[in-house]
């Protein structure tokens, strides 16, 4: 069975190209986005929900 580690992060929102680049790079460390927070403050930022295995610390 897989284990978790799980993380909240702030990424860019509204403008795709931007919040893709935020992403793109989280994914490189292996993070997988679960969902949105849905809120967006006046920085035009959210939270994004992530995780990955606890094994790509290992590699």
């Known amino acids: ?3 978790w580690e799980y993380e ?3 990424v860019r929102f509204g403008e795709w190209d931007l ?3 935020d992403l793109n790079e989280l994914g ?3 993070w997988e986005l679960v969902k949105f927070s ?3 403050d006046e ?3 959210t939270k994004a929900f992530l995780k ?3 094994d790509i610390l290992e590699t």
């Open 43 to 45: 920085q035009g930022m």
């Open 38 to 40: 849905g809120d967006v």
């Open 8 to 10: 909240v992060k702030s």
């Open 28 to 30: 490189v460390d292996g």
């Open 19 to 21: 919040m893709k680049e």
């Open 1 to 3: 069975m897989t284990s």
């Open 52 to 54: 990955r295995p606890l």
